[in-house]
């Protein structure tokens, strides 16, 4: 094998260092494994796609069940209607013919055959006919997902040096996965620096490196790879020399990061005293323990999406409040703030693929996001805030609002929010319902969003996004995207100036809240709080002791 010292530069998008041996990882329909079988193989090959369809097959009567209960039936046909294609000969019949014939791997004959059947739908001229191909499409995609479940097998990970996966591009439940199935860093060829995947990553405290281009074609399972998050750098096969300077590295992070300790359960104040607290944005129930330890005055952001990534069917009430209890609970007495669902642009959910709740936008991240998506799905909407509403039985919680672009869209959370009290026998307005700022148009109208609102949450990672319209999960555009641009600054103040004069709390639940360069800027404008992963909570606490506090007069 080819041991040659390769090095190369990415965008640093977590923190840590790691040295381990390599593990390639593709995924998705265009880098799916192709494989060439022995003859002993080709049985086995069948009865894994056989037991995908089986699996996929479950799957499917599991929603058609659950759709039932709904009021709109769409979704109901369409699931039989796909039931229908999983069924049908054309597609699983020829494919394992295809894997016996041509001695190919399962994935490569349903992908093989999934073309085929798209290629003669490509040639039907009635339009609605055609249009059809996205349920082959999606039915070929529910199989392939079982297909490749395998991908992320147990075994995987079992070798006693750490693993780093390189793969071309990861979705956020795929990262979760894989972190507990062991893995110690990824590298990914694509992604921006606040893409939802690498925020997923910091917040688990995974090192990780992204839009490191054509390094899969270079490494092989089992390569020594140096990962290093802090500066954006990798080497393959580095010298004893390197591995001996990244090791003591490592140890003098190790040290820092016991120094913070003495920050943890400590106020969030200035050096002359003012608070502004430090909370975190969590995802997963497993960094509760951390945010406790660490004493965060609250959760500023609690990202409910992957609650929803992971499985084929939006979870129903009793699931969601089962887990929002635990967190409230487990956050003993402290807030915790529920964004409500965000699927979409570059936070795509399995059910969204796979059921009735499909949506073909032509640019995800301007289309059917966060409470666009939710006033379009009510059930879905009505069973998130009763899940959260039933919660607040255990501590304090609010309600936070996504993608808000008009005031009409805060006006209808809030009637679901009434109505779902009066049902639960919740006094209205113990929950308080938030709006998030990360549209620029909410900005231009802050002021109206404010009168319907109990508080802002400034969310930068849209925000610099939508206003500098440069994709956050593009590494092409990643220099334009940046905090730095003049309007940001200007959007953000403002945002503030409309909070305050309407007396209502504001903060930041973006990733610049964690960036130190931006701190005393938040404190001299005046923010009730910064929200951020845990891995900079205990960072900015320091920084903020140390800072004077010099309110900004409008
Ligand atoms: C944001 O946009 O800044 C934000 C906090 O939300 P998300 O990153 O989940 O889109
Ligand atoms: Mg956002």
Redesign the pocket.
Known sequence: MNSQRLEGTAIASSSGVVIGKVQKLVAGQAAISERHLSTEELQEEQLRLAAAVQSALQELDAEHTHLLGLEHQDPVLILEAHRMLLLDPELVDKALNLIENEKINAEWALRRQMDEIITVFDCIEDEYLRSRKSDVEQVGQRIMCHLMGQVFGSDSMQSDDPTIIVADDLSPSNIVLLWRQGAAGIICEQGGINA?AI?VARGIGLPALLGASDLLGQVHDGDVLLLDAEQGHWILHPSAKEIAQYQRFITAMDLARHDLKVFAKQPSKSANGHRMDIMANLEFREEIALAVELGVEGVG?F?TEFIFMQDAMPPDETRQYQQYAEIVKGMHGFAVTFRLL?VGGDKPALFQQLSGYHYNGENPAMGLRGVRMLLQWPSVLRAQVRAILRASEYGEVNILVPMVTNSSEMIAVREMVDACCDELEIQKNTVSVGCMI?VPAAVMIADDLAAVSDFFSI?????IQYTLAADRADEDVCGIYSPNHPAILALIRKTAHAAHKAEIPVMV??ELAANPEWTETFLNLGLHGLSMSLNSALRIRKHLSQLEYKPEVP
């Open positions: 939802h925020i952001l990202r965000d990360e969310g930068t990672n849209d925000l639940c973006g």
